[in-house]
């Protein structure tokens, strides 16, 4: 079956990229509303870091937990990965791994295959399910988008601290602890010294060593890597 003969069974792994993730979900919500069903399967990292930039409710409206549309998280699938399966016994015509961290693509390439999400791909490749990347790490520096972080210069340690005081996940203190931020941004008002800011573009140089592997990535086999999630759309298109 060619991906462009139906409605896809999708699998879609994310990993904790901060790079591309806000376009991946994106992209990921406009397929789901083209009709196609989208199991989404996320690393440890990728479900930390979703949440950190505020997008990991939002997977619910892409994923309904209605069967080949459930969200499988890293934390909960035991050490063997059975619902990985699935790929085996054809229950998906295309995996789709955007962000795919630097970390991810080293691992697949290697053959590595000890987290959902690099299970996901070597069963996807070992069944022949098309398998589309977008690393994103290639061959050119990135800007990357940053989660929310207390700028010291303007935070003057108030006595009441009402991002602190109101923040419902209790992630502020005197820094914020991401691992409990939910990205919600409410914080960023509510500071009298405009000390809180999210989404800072940060450059950030690509090592060698990353760009080889995207390359390596780029020919094995059943594998398409793209630079951009927004390209997935003209090619299943
Ligand atoms: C906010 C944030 C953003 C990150 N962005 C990236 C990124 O753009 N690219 C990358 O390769 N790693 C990034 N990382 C680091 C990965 O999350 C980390 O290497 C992790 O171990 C990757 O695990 P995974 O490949 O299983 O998802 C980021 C980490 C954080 C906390």
Redesign the pocket.
């Known amino acids: 079956m060619s991906p462009n003969d139906r409605y896809l069974r999708i699998a879609w792994g ?8 806000r376009e991946s979900y994106g992209v990921m919500k406009e397929l789901k509303d083209r009709g196609h069903s989208i199991t989404t399967f ?5 479900e ?2 979703s949440k ?2 505020g997008l990991f409710d939002s997977l619910n409206e892409i994923s309904d937990g209605s069967y080949l549309n459930e969200i499988y998280l ?1 934390s909960n699938q035991g050490s063997s990965f059975p619902k990985i399966g699935r790929f085996n016994v054809g229950r998906y015509d295309l995996f789709i791994l955007t ?7 080293a ?1 697949i390439v290697f053959g590595i295959a000890d ?1 959902l ?2 299970n996901c791909a070597a069963q996807a490749m070992k069944s022949g399910v098309p398998t589309y990347v977008v690393p ?2 290639w061959d050119s520096d ?1 800007t ?1 988008e ?2 929310y972080t207390i700028d010291r210069s303007k935070c003057l340690s108030c006595e009441d601290c009402p991002p602190g005081d109101s923040c419902p996940n209790e992630a502020i203190t005197d820094q914020i602890d ?1 691992l409990r931020c939910k990205g919600c941004g409410s914080c960023v008002e509510l500071c009298r010294n405009g000390a809180i800011s999210g989404g800072e573009a940060v450059p ?1 140089k690509i090592r060698k060593v ?1 760009s080889r592997n995207t390359k390596m990535l780029s020919e094995m086999e059943s594998v398409i890597i793209f630079r951009r999630p927004k390209e997935i759309l003209s090619k299943i298109e």
């Open positions: 994310i990993t904790g990229a901060g790079h591309y993730l996320l690393s440890r990292a990728g930390e870091v950190m930039y890293d962000p795919a961290t630097s970390n991810t693509v691992k987290t999400v690099t994103v790490d990135v990357s940053m989660p991401l950030l990353d």
